[in-house]
């Protein structure tokens, strides 16, 4: 390999892709706008993917399956027909909103709509270098600072420059968390984490990882109540 080919590879490694992963437009919605910005700022593109997610389709196929709406405020039947019919809306909104978002500031763009389980198919999809965004559907709540959480022994200071630069952009406090050292590392600086968040209300939660810890992405994104991104430091394989 030239030292030509070796900088194209680079460069090739170096464009970031931006994936926001959600099972509904509502949680979508709520993390398109600033997972745009962050394409723009490390000058990526940004990828959607809208899941449908097979236990939410395997209720629908039971006889008894309601959901409760707070528009009509009763349980209204479900069924796999309804469902299918959700996820296409879901994913017409989900695409045109990242559209807009995405061309109001010149960002590469791309959607995608698969059936499976959410998390294996973002870690399938993700490569080094990448970010992995989930979205959480607004709660009304009163939002404040940005969390930047470091589980990694090695250096994040460009994952932390760029918590800190969105942070600035959008006009907030940033704290910061560094677990790296903690002790029980699996499962003490997890802890850490989560009580933190459960105190909290932030805008979004920034995580640095890799795939030696058993980080449940998840659980900080309901512990947290808003968008939490990834930064992938290298390839996740599905069972990792």
């Given at each position: 390999m030239t030292a030509s080919d070796n900088q194209q590879h680079a460069n090739h490694q170096q464009h970031r892709r931006?994936?926001?992963?959600?099972?509904?437009f509502a949680d979508a919605d709520a993390?398109?706008?600033?997972?745009?910005?962050?394409?723009?700022?490390?000058k990526g593109e940004v990828l959607g993917l809208l899941v449908e997610d097979d236990s939410i389709l395997h209720y629908a196929d039971l006889p008894f399956a309601k959901t409760l709406t707070f528009q009509h405020g009763k349980a209204q039947p479900v069924t796999r027909?309804?469902?299918?019919?959700?996820?296409?809306?879901?994913?017409?909104?989900?695409?045109?909103?990242?559209?807009?978002?995405?061309?109001?500031?010149?960002?590469?763009?791309?959607?995608?709509?698969?059936?499976?389980?959410?998390?294996?198919?973002?870690?399938?999809?993700?490569?080094?270098?990448?970010?992995i965004f989930l979205g959480y559907k607004k709660t009304g709540l009163p939002r404040g600072e940005i969390v930047f959480i470091d589980f990694v022994?090695?250096?994040?200071?460009?994952?932390?420059?760029?918590s800190k630069a969105i942070a600035a952009e959008m006009r907030l406090g940033l704290k910061t968390i560094n677990l790296s050292q903690a002790k029980n590392q699996n499962n003490g600086s997890v802890a850490i984490?989560?009580?933190?968040?459960?105190?909290?209300?932030p805008t979004a939660v920034i995580v640095v990882t890799d795939n030696k810890h058993n980080l449940d992405l998840l659980d900080i994104l309901e512990?947290?109540?808003?968008?939490?991104?990834?930064?992938v430091q290298n390839h996740i394989d599905e069972g990792g």
């Open positions: 931006i994936i926001v992963g959600a099972t509904c993390a398109i706008e600033m997972a745009a910005n962050l394409a723009h700022m490390v027909k309804t469902m299918d019919s959700a996820f296409q809306r879901d994913a017409r909104n989900f695409e045109r909103r990242l559209a807009s978002a995405a061309d109001q500031i010149a960002v590469k763009w791309s959607f995608e709509r698969k059936r499976g389980q959410m998390m294996p198919l973002l870690h399938s999809a993700a490569n080094a270098g990448d970010f022994d090695k250096d994040a200071t460009p994952e932390l420059d760029l984490a989560l009580n933190y968040l459960r105190k909290t209300s512990t947290a109540r808003c968008p939490v991104i990834l930064s």
